[in-house]
């Protein structure tokens, strides 16, 4: 139960809770398919789609999806499963869903971000984002001015962070690094010089500016927007799309290994981990899309980490969670009340002990 009282202006703390700071990971359109299930064979047996059928199912495969699902996500399905939660297995009931009706990545992270899902937000282009998110409400409050940065793949993040009126550092695309540490001047160097064949800067380098940067300047919330699976996913390259989600998987339990070392952050950070949409699933040719006219592109999912969320694994309870909870959950977790501008979202209450 969250217990409320006033402790700053335009906010409310949480009596009881331990966290101190956050990590959040967003992986672009990863489908709950995956997570839970692993390897799709009828997608890694189509040729048109998987060009090393024998190298993925040796990576991948075993007649035992929880075997499936943890050797294409071994993080998740060992660390997280034992010490925190994961939603949105939705063939045991357990369902999470996006509450904008447009299914793609703006309305999404607008979504997650500002826990409403505002209809007016219909597009991936390059406009300001008119509502108040929860990163910049976070800034906000006291202790946590300065505190608060996110590294993204996707270039259209500082405007869907509205960067301009939020104050929020955030890193995006091939953004110049200005900073002295060498670390980041190495990963600066990097960003420019690796090759590019999605067109956008390669997750791995956004995941350590993202390293760097926490290893160097400590931030209390610390957000990395990784891309690529959605790019694989469309060009149809069902192989790379399952690799580079493994990928990241070992980058989020190598930055969880790294806030382990750091006592500022050890048994004092929570981790969530979740997607802007979900893709197509029943007429298999849809996996590469996502949208409003696929049905299943509206379903997604959670794991969340932390000293203040009870170690519950995969979690079977029949209920509905939307996206929009996402945000009041970030900042209920660091003991504020998040109000979206318009409409209401409730933290998910399950996540805190």
């Known amino acids: 139960m969250l217990i409320l009282c006033g402790a700053f202006p335009g906010a409310a703390q949480v009596v009881s809770h331990r966290t101190e700071n956050l990590v959040i990971f967003t992986l672009d359109g990863m489908r ?6 692993g390897i799709d064979t009828a997608l ?13 199912n040796k990576m991948f495969y075993s007649p035992d999806i929880r075997e499936r699902r943890k050797k294409l996500f071994p993080f998740l399905w060992t660390t997280v499963k034992e010490k925190g939660q994961l939603y949105g297995n939705r063939t045991i009931g357990n369902l999470v869903n996006v509450a904008n009706p447009y299914q793609f990545s703006y309305p999404g992270y607008n979504e997650i971000f500002t826990g409403y899902p505002d209809t007016a937000v219909n597009s991936n282009d390059k406009v300001l984002n008119g509502n108040t998110n929860v990163l910049e409400f976070i800034s906000r409050q006291k202790g946590f001015a300065g505190k608060v940065a996110a590294f ?3 270039d259209v993040f500082p405007y869907i962070l509205n960067t301009g009126r939020s104050g929020l550092y955030v890193n995006s695309g091939v953004d110049s690094l200005h900073f002295p ?20 800067r390669p997750d791995v380098i956004t995941y350590f500016a993202g390293k760097e940067y926490l290893k160097t300047y400590q931030p209390k919330v610390l957000y990395i ?6 790019d694989f996913a469309h060009a149809g390259l069902y192989d790379q799309y399952l690799s580079q989600a493994h990928a990241e998987d070992a980058m989020i339990a190598d930055l969880w290994n790294t806030l382990q070392s750091m006592p500022q952050y050890k048994d004092k950070t929570t981790l969530i981990v979740t997607c802007d949409h979900g893709r197509g699933d ?5 996996w590469r899309d996502h949208g409003e006219k696929i049905k299943e592109s509206g379903e997604i999912w959670m794991a969340v980490m932390g000293p203040d969320t009870m170690p519950a694994g995969e979690v079977s309870t029949h209920t509905q969670l939307y996206q929009k909870q996402w945000a009041p959950t970030m900042a209920a977790l660091l003991g504020f009340q998040f109000r979206p501008d318009h409409g209401s979202a409730e933290p998910v209450p399950t996540v805190f002990k």
Request: hydrophobic share 35%.
């Open 225 to 230: 927007a990784f891309d690529e699976t959605d």
């Open 44 to 56: 890694a047996g189509n040729q048109k789609f998987t060009r090393n059928k024998d190298g993925l």
């Open 152 to 154: 993204t793949t996707w």
């Open 282 to 286: 029943k007429m298999k040719d849809t």
């Open 32 to 37: 709950w398919q995956e997570v839970f299930g």
């Open 181 to 200: 540490d060498k670390g980041l001047q190495v990963v600066n160097e990097m960003q420019f010089l690796a090759p590019q064949p999605l067109e956008v």
